[in-house]
């Protein structure tokens, strides 16, 4: 059974760096095929993909938010740190991360997300 | 900032069959990348319904089916029940922006 929890801090200032972990179980990114992205939802607003990390060390992002954002995996640690930096007030969204396998192009499962505000 | 169209709401009564729309382009449903949907439960994770246009993961009911028609998608839900109740978003890749795109959402509601 594959699982997946986000953590870092519910509360941040403008202009910080969110640091958001991600910590799964039940699959390993040692193998050929799997992936780890980062998904966020703004209160009562649609979904919108963010970055993405590969088994291989290939990362993808958002072209709209590409110059903020960094994604990294620890393979050791079943761990995948997303990184975004300059926050305002409009990056307030819970922040999910979702297991992906390559070629199929979808997000399963999602973690249970965490809700980031971002105070001015 | 959705590149995918879908209509804000659609509700019908218990047993019925609502219909979601999801209107792209020739850069991602059109291109052939595939449409997927997820249901988001009020207070709780997207979780995933129907992968590759028409494809229900193990455990969803047959009561919801999906299908594609040149750049659009579309999720129905037949035998509507009160726990089908929730917001339902489609996604698929965009070649052209070369990433993941959502659709706008969709709540549907059980009269």
């Known amino acids: 059974q594959i699982t997946l929890k986000e953590s870092g801090p519910t509360v941040v200032k403008r202009t910080e760096t969110l640091t958001l972990t991600c910590t799964f179980s039940?699959?390993?990114?040692?193998?050929?095929?799997?992936?780890v992205a980062w998904i966020r939802q703004p209160p009562g607003k649609a979904l919108e993909w963010l970055a993405l990390?590969?088994?291989?060390?290939?990362?993808r992002y958002s072209p709209s938010l590409k110059s903020r954002v960094t994604i990294i995996k620890d393979t050791s640690k079943n761990q995948v740190v997303f990184r975004m930096t300059n926050m305002d007030p409009v990056d307030t969204a819970t922040y999910y991360c979702?297991?992906?396998?390559?070629?199929?192009?979808?997000?399963?499962?999602w973690g249970q997300g965490i809700l980031v505000t971002v105070s001015s | 900032q959705s590149v995918l169209t879908q209509p804000p709401s659609v509700s019908g009564a218990p047993g019925q069959r609502v219909t979601i729309s999801c209107t792209g382009s020739?850069?991602?449903?059109?291109?052939?990348?595939?449409v997927h949907w997820y249901q988001q439960l009020p207070g709780t994770a997207p979780k995933l319904l129907i992968y590759?246009?028409?494809n229900r993961p193990s455990g969803v009911p047959d009561r919801f089916s999906g299908s594609k028609s040149g750049t659009s998608a579309s999720l129905a839900i037949s035998g509507l029940q009160a726990e089908d109740e929730a917001d339902y978003y489609c996604?698929?890749?965009?070649?052209?922006?070369?990433?993941?795109?959502f659709g706008t959402g969709t709540k549907v509601t059980v009269l």
């Open positions: 990390v590969y088994w291989d060390d290939d990362k």
């Open positions: 039940g699959f390993s990114l040692r193998n050929a095929g799997v992936g």
């Open positions: 020739s850069s991602n449903i059109g291109a052939g990348n595939g």
């Open positions: 590759g246009y028409s």
């Open positions: 996604q698929s890749y965009d070649s052209t922006l070369s990433g993941y795109v």
């Open positions: 979702a297991h992906m396998v390559v070629r199929t192009s979808y997000f399963d499962p």
